[in-house]
Protein backbone atom coordinates (compact mmCIF):
# COMPACT_ATOMS: atom_id res chain seq x y z
CA UNK A 1 0.00 0.00 0.00
CA UNK A 2 1.07 3.59 -0.43
CA UNK A 3 -0.13 6.97 1.30
CA UNK A 4 -2.87 8.49 -1.08
CA UNK A 5 -2.16 9.47 -4.90
CA UNK A 6 -4.50 11.58 -6.22
CA UNK A 7 -6.57 11.69 -3.19
CA UNK A 8 -6.81 7.63 -3.15
CA UNK A 9 -4.76 4.90 -1.54
CA UNK A 10 -3.38 2.54 -3.65
CA UNK A 11 -3.27 -0.79 -3.00
CA UNK A 12 -1.21 -3.94 -4.67
CA UNK A 13 -1.87 -7.75 -3.98
CA UNK A 14 -0.02 -10.87 -4.88
CA UNK A 15 -1.79 -14.15 -5.58
CA UNK A 16 1.71 -16.12 -6.64
CA UNK A 17 3.89 -15.32 -3.47
CA UNK A 18 5.15 -12.20 -4.73
CA UNK A 19 6.44 -12.93 -7.86
CA UNK A 20 3.92 -10.24 -9.46
CA UNK A 21 1.89 -7.67 -7.99
CA UNK A 22 -1.51 -6.19 -9.48
CA UNK A 23 -2.95 -2.90 -8.90
CA UNK A 24 -6.32 -3.04 -7.00
CA UNK A 25 -8.87 -1.27 -9.19
CA UNK A 26 -9.11 2.87 -8.36
CA UNK A 27 -12.50 3.59 -6.85
CA UNK A 28 -12.62 0.04 -4.50
CA UNK A 29 -11.42 2.38 -1.63
CA UNK A 30 -12.96 5.42 0.05
CA UNK A 31 -11.32 8.49 -0.51
CA UNK A 32 -9.02 10.18 1.61
CA UNK A 33 -9.44 12.84 4.08
CA UNK A 34 -7.39 15.62 3.75
CA UNK A 35 -3.96 15.04 5.36
CA UNK A 36 -4.84 11.46 5.58
CA UNK A 37 -2.21 9.13 5.22
CA UNK A 38 -0.66 5.50 6.40
CA UNK A 39 2.31 5.33 9.16
CA UNK A 40 3.54 2.79 6.93
CA UNK A 41 7.45 2.88 7.86
CA UNK A 42 7.30 -0.46 10.61
CA UNK A 43 5.10 -2.58 8.56
CA UNK A 44 2.56 -2.73 11.50
CA UNK A 45 -0.52 -0.39 10.23
CA UNK A 46 -2.03 -3.59 7.72
CA UNK A 47 -3.00 -6.99 8.73
CA UNK A 48 -4.05 -9.80 6.95
CA UNK A 49 -6.08 -13.18 8.42
CA UNK A 50 -6.14 -16.02 6.11
CA UNK A 51 -7.03 -15.55 2.23
CA UNK A 52 -10.07 -12.81 2.66
CA UNK A 53 -9.55 -10.39 5.78
CA UNK A 54 -7.56 -7.16 5.20
CA UNK A 55 -7.43 -3.95 7.84
CA UNK A 56 -5.00 -1.02 7.47
CA UNK A 57 -4.99 2.18 9.65
CA UNK A 58 -4.55 6.03 9.01
CA UNK A 59 -3.33 8.82 11.16
CA UNK A 60 -2.45 12.80 10.19
CA UNK A 61 -6.19 13.91 9.32
CA UNK A 62 -9.75 15.15 11.53
CA UNK A 63 -10.25 11.34 12.26
CA UNK A 64 -8.14 8.29 12.99
CA UNK A 65 -9.62 5.22 10.65
CA UNK A 66 -9.51 1.71 9.97
CA UNK A 67 -10.00 0.46 6.13
CA UNK A 68 -11.52 -3.54 6.08
CA UNK A 69 -11.91 -5.92 3.56
CA UNK A 70 -13.69 -9.53 3.60
CA UNK A 71 -13.45 -10.88 0.36
CA UNK A 72 -9.79 -10.47 0.12
CA UNK A 73 -9.70 -6.64 -0.95
CA UNK A 74 -11.96 -6.71 -3.99
CA UNK A 75 -14.41 -4.25 -1.65
CA UNK A 76 -14.05 -2.03 1.20
CA UNK A 77 -15.30 -0.55 4.20
CA UNK A 78 -13.96 2.22 6.66
CA UNK A 79 -15.03 3.03 10.18
CA UNK A 80 -13.77 5.75 11.99
CA UNK A 81 -12.22 5.04 15.65
CA UNK A 82 -11.58 7.11 18.65
CA UNK A 83 -7.63 7.19 18.31
CA UNK A 84 -6.48 10.59 18.74
CA UNK A 85 -5.82 12.43 15.97
CA UNK A 86 -6.09 15.86 14.30
CA UNK A 87 -2.88 16.39 13.03
CA UNK A 88 0.32 14.97 11.10
CA UNK A 89 1.69 13.32 13.67
CA UNK A 90 -1.20 11.56 15.28
CA UNK A 91 -3.48 8.73 14.53
CA UNK A 92 -3.25 4.71 14.44
CA UNK A 93 -0.19 3.48 13.87
CA UNK A 94 -0.46 -0.25 14.29
CA UNK A 95 -3.15 -2.75 13.35
CA UNK A 96 -3.24 -6.66 14.44
CA UNK A 97 -6.10 -9.10 14.59
CA UNK A 98 -6.13 -12.55 16.71
CA UNK A 99 -8.94 -13.80 13.97
CA UNK A 100 -11.38 -12.43 11.94
CA UNK A 101 -13.63 -10.43 14.56
CA UNK A 102 -11.23 -9.29 17.64
CA UNK A 103 -8.53 -6.71 17.02
CA UNK A 104 -6.88 -4.24 18.50
CA UNK A 105 -5.04 -0.82 17.13
CA UNK A 106 -2.12 1.21 18.78
CA UNK A 107 -1.61 4.45 17.76
CA UNK A 108 -1.26 8.37 19.53
CA UNK A 109 0.88 10.74 18.74
CA UNK A 110 4.72 10.24 18.16
CA UNK A 111 5.38 14.22 18.93
CA UNK A 112 3.76 14.00 22.59
CA UNK A 113 5.77 10.91 24.01
CA UNK A 114 4.54 11.42 26.92
CA UNK A 115 0.95 11.37 26.60
CA UNK A 116 -0.70 8.37 27.22
CA UNK A 117 -4.40 9.17 26.08
CA UNK A 118 -7.16 7.89 23.48
CA UNK A 119 -4.47 5.92 22.10
CA UNK A 120 -5.65 1.97 22.42
CA UNK A 121 -8.79 0.58 20.78
CA UNK A 122 -10.33 -2.71 20.09
CA UNK A 123 -12.75 -4.36 18.13
CA UNK A 124 -14.64 -7.28 18.56
CA UNK A 125 -16.77 -6.93 15.22
CA UNK A 126 -14.42 -7.59 12.74
CA UNK A 127 -13.54 -3.57 12.80
CA UNK A 128 -17.18 -2.29 11.80
CA UNK A 129 -16.54 -0.46 15.55
CA UNK A 130 -13.88 0.54 17.93
CA UNK A 131 -13.79 0.88 21.55
CA UNK A 132 -11.03 2.94 23.48
CA UNK A 133 -9.01 0.56 25.89
CA UNK A 134 -9.23 0.91 29.88
CA UNK A 135 -6.88 1.11 32.34
CA UNK A 136 -2.85 1.86 32.25
CA UNK A 137 -2.18 2.47 28.39
CA UNK A 138 1.49 3.22 26.52
CA UNK A 139 2.63 6.83 26.10
CA UNK A 140 3.30 8.54 22.42
Known amino acids: ?62 TARVFRSTDGGMTWKVASTPIIAGNASSGVFSIAFKDARNGVIVGGDYKKENEASDNVATTTDGGATWTLAKGPLPSG
Open 1 to 62: MSDPVDGRFILIKTTDGGATWKEFPNGTLSPALEGEAAFAASGACIAVKGKSNVWFGTGGAA
